[in-house]
């Protein structure tokens, strides 16, 4: 009672000395917000105009650090990754988080405001913007938490500030200024910031622009992941292998190129272990027969893949293809078919990835693999020529890890039979690796999958590579809820997952085609799909391959179609497992076959049966007799939701034809047709379950206490006193 008393004397006296006499006003307070400054990062001067002013003026007299002479503090932070925001280099992004927090540092050539944002399309509208400048005459930082509106590309100040300034300082051509916020703030005006790909956006404001925020000069965006783990290096020197294509003209002809170059394995005494890799990009376009000087300018490098080839007793020929330039895709020897096992998947955005500590992917062991073959896909939709030499950098060392790891590929085979309807906000197809594959080829112990890439084309929106165990959805191995074809890093699996013998294998694609008025094909080409998850893993196995797609005639079935003019459904499906290559056909489409081949520019990539679509002509049923596959398909009435969801459903949950491909190109066990596995789903794959309940919360004060009942009961009285205290003066 005594602490109590003493404590309300002293919010009277210090309410009585705080109550000012003045308004004071600070020299680097932030300006009232006019009419004059309501352009795209302005604030809004309607309705919102008052509310906004109202935050502006209490933020202005916060005792927070968010307005300080930043060049007496500076944060001395490690930087655990950093990345470019645009071509130029002019604006760079560098990061580090915690469990619960994360601190950024932004570095942009530029006298004006900055400022970054995040949201999971790629404008302003609703995102979660933070703004920052430093005062050009007092050379004090300031930042201001905002959001964008729903429906006009206008910035406004958010009712609580959940950014805290650290530092922030101009030199002669750059603005630098560090901030951090909570992962998950709580607050509806915030983005969360999780594991999924975001967008994260910037702006820059014309020279001078301190807290007035007229519109930006440059803007831009790219998908990122913020919550990556950490690389650590390796104790131990890295030798390398730089696995590249040596000069290659892509033409102007052709939107796609696939080209299969064989490489000879360095020579090596004893078996070492790959622990990493990373692209080596290295165009360079050709305008009008002159060479551009500038590399990687628009690089066409869409993906690449490095496999081994199954070991030949006979080498001369192998010696002779790895001295080669290499092959058009489709023209490839057929021995390189035997090379199957991916070492090493890169796609355009990620950076390459260094392997867990524990485990390496066997290179030059005694009786192993000396030939491997790089396969490089050019996305060339611009037409344009360019001269390439990019490839792969393979990080290898002698000091051999505790495991062999291998990778794994599985999803849906890639085919012309995997159709995605146009007009679909969300339509999706599986492909499964089924548990009597995983049963033949993986040992008793099961294995430890360690990281996993997920890999489709641009209408993807989500993956997420499922994990069933007999009738049990087990939490997700890995997902992408906001997919970008442009940023394809893999994802650790935090912890690894032990996946035992006869458990599934279920990688799931989500795509968005209201932009599109056609049917997408499966296939290579970037205007084509995949759905597909590279999975690291240890110990290896023999193991290189798990897929599946609809069986020929479930899938025609599915669209009407009964019988083809010139072939029946087994010669049909003949083709499609054989990668969809025409061959030995009937003198039915014979010309097809010719015109095929004269024509390269019809093709696309490894063509994987999207040619045979556009030649297969109805028989049954009448009603569309005379039509061939394709025209059929870009004719049926996309727009109808029963017809969709019905086609969607019994392509997804029906029958499946399965594959399970050994490393030495030998079946781990026989095609199969099988129905969709029968399993429990879980309903919620979030495991911490974070419940926030969305209230309006303040960030924590450098000194943080934990109270009580009774102190939250004397702040509040206390606080009343004081206002009653200003309201009597």
């Known amino acids: 009672m005594r602490l109590q008393t003493v404590l309300i004397l002293s919010a009277l006296f210090l309410c009585d000395a705080k109550i000012p006499r003045l308004k004071y006003t600070q020299p680097n307070q932030l300006p009232t917000n006019s009419a004059q400054n309501s352009h795209s990062l302005g604030f809004q001067t309607e309705n919102k105009n008052d509310k906004t002013n109202q935050i502006v003026d209490q933020y202005r007299t916060r005792h927070r650090r968010e307005s300080f002479d930043s060049k007496a503090y500076e944060s001395g932070l490690i930087w655990a990754h950093t990345e470019r925001l645009d071509e ?53 930082a300031q930042i201001l938490d905002c959001h964008g509106l729903a429906f006009d590309d206008r910035a406004v100040a958010d009712e609580v500030q959940n950014y805290e300034l650290i530092s922030g300082y101009q030199n002669d051509t750059h603005t630098i200024v560090e901030f951090k916020r909570q992962l998950d703030t709580c607050d509806r005006q915030d983005f969360v910031i999780g594991d999924d790909t975001i967008q994260v956006l910037w702006a820059l404001g014309p020279p001078g622009s ?41 033409p102007n002809v052709m ?68 001295e080669s330039e290499g092959f058009f895709g489709p023209a490839r020897p057929g021995e390189l078919a035997t090379c199957v096992t991916p070492i090493a998947a890169w796609a355009k955005g990620s950076k390459g990835e260094f392997l867990p500590e524990n485990v390496g992917i066997p290179l030059g062991e005694k009786g192993g693999i000396s030939y491997y073959m790089l396969e490089v896909h050019y996305d060339n939709q611009a037409l344009h020529d360019f001269f390439d030499n990019s490839g792969i950098r393979i990080h290898y060392t002698p000091v051999l890890r505790d495991h062999d790891a291998a990778l794994l590929g599985a999803g849906v085979g890639v085919s012309a039979l995997h159709v995605i309807p146009p ?211 870009n004719e049926m009435p996309w727009h109808e939701p029963l ?39 879980i309903t919620n794959n979030d495991a911490s379950d974070k419940s926030c309940n969305y209230k309006s919360v303040k960030l924590h004060s450098t000194t943080s206490t934990s109270g009580s009942t009774t102190i939250n009961t004397l702040t509040v009285a206390i606080l009343v006193i004081c206002v009653i205290a200003i309201i009597a003066r």
Request: charge should be negative.
């Open 643 to 681: 017809l969709t969801e019905q086609i969607e459903k019994t392509l997804y949950s029906g029958w499946h034809m399965t594959f399970c491909k050994k490393r030495d190109d030998s079946w781990g066990a026989p095609i199969q047709i099988q129905n969709y596995p029968n399993y429990t789903e």
């Open 423 to 633: 007009k679909q906000k969300a339509y999706r197809t599986v492909g499964i690796c089924s548990p009597e594959c995983t049963n033949s080829t993986m040992p008793e112990g099961g294995i430890n999958i360690v990281s996993v890439l997920l890999h489709a084309h641009g209408t993807a929106r989500k993956i997420s590579l499922k994990h069933i165990r007999g009738t049990e959805e087990l939490p997700r191995i890995s997902e992408e809820n906001t997919y970008d074809s442009r940023y394809q890093q893999s994802r650790i699996v935090p912890g690894g997952r032990k996946f035992y013998k006869g458990d599934t294998l279920i990688t799931e694609c989500t795509y968005d085609t209201t932009s599109r008025d056609k049917p997408i094909l499966g296939g290579y080409s970037a205007t084509q799909e995949m759905c597909l998850s590279f999975i690291l893993y240890y110990p290896r196995t023999e193991l290189a391959g798990c897929y599946s797609m609809t069986p020929v005639v479930e899938f025609f079935e599915t669209f009407g179609v009964k019988e083809f003019y010139g072939l029946n459904m087994m010669q049909v499906e003949n083709i499609f497992l054989s990668s969809g290559y025409l061959e030995n056909l009937p003198t039915e489409l014979e010309a097809f076959t010719k015109d095929r081949v004269v024509d390269p520019t019809g093709w696309e990539g490894d063509d994987q049966g999207v040619g045979l679509m556009k030649e297969l002509v109805i028989k049954e049923p009448l009603e569309f007799r005379n039509k061939t596959f394709m025209a059929h398909l």
């Open 88 to 140: 130029n280099s002019d604006v760079i992004l560098r990061w580090v988080n915690t469990d619960s927090t994360i601190t950024f540092r932004l570095e942009a050539k530029s006298h004006g405001y900055v400022a970054l944002g995040f949201n999971s399309a790629r404008n302003m509208r609703g995102a979660d913007l933070v703004v920052a400048w430093v005062d050009d005459k007092y050379g004090n």
């Open 255 to 322: 939107a796609t190129l696939f080209w299969c170059k064989v490489f000879k394995a360095p020579e090596l005494g004893q078996k070492h272990h790959i622990v990493g890799y990373q692209p080596i990009i290295d165009s360079k376009p050709n305008t009008k027969d002159k060479t551009i000087l500038e590399r990687n300018t628009h690089s066409p490098v869409h993906h690449m893949v490095l496999y081994e080839c199954v070991e030949d007793h006979d080498k001369t020929q192998w010696n002779e293809w790895s």
């Open 210 to 250: 301190d807290g007035q925020l007229p519109r930006h000069v440059e803007s831009g965006f790219r998908p990122l992941r913020l919550l990556l783990p950490l690389s650590k290096p390796d104790t131990v020197p890295l030798e390398h292998w730089d696995v590249r294509i040596n000069n290659l003209l892509i």
